[in-house]
């Protein structure tokens, strides 16, 4: 059983910059992040391989976030530049330790999830 802790949400202005934290209770072998605003479904934003540190983003947020890991602390962080109003969400930090299903996008592909943390983008 893995247990995943995010942290780093708040409110920040159009153009800010937030660095979400996932901490993982062991090891994990891919990390994604997911976002779910009011009303939408719950999407992808991110994920991470280890080993390799292979990265997947979602194309509305390449050039913007970024996903790292810190192996040695078992989290990874999920970097937030220039962000937007439509980046205003809960995130969810979710792990599997299934290599095979890559950096996957889809939610069912993970099997640990964490509890989320509130971002808030204002105009």
């Known amino acids: 059983q893995v247990q995943l802790v995010e942290s780093g949400g708040g409110l920040v202005q159009a153009g800010g910059s937030l660095r979400l934290s996932c901490a993982a209770s062991?090891?994990?072998?891919?990390t994604g992040w997911f976002r779910q605003a009011p009303g939408k479904e719950r999407e992808f934003v991110a994920a991470i391989i280890t080993p390799g540190s292979n990265t997947n983003l979602q194309d509305s947020v390449k050039g913007r976030f970024t996903v790292s890991r810190d192996n040695a602390k078992n989290t990874v962080y999920l970097q937030m530049n220039s962000l937007k109003p439509e980046d205003t969400g809960v995130y969810y930090c979710?792990?599997?330790?299934?290599?095979?299903?890559?950096?996957?996008?889809?939610?069912?592909?993970?099997?640990?999830w964490g509890q989320g943390t509130q971002v808030t983008v204002s105009s």
């Open positions: 979710a792990a599997t330790l299934r290599p095979w299903v890559g950096a996957s996008s889809r939610p069912g592909d993970y099997g640990y």
């Open positions: 062991g090891r994990t072998v891919v």
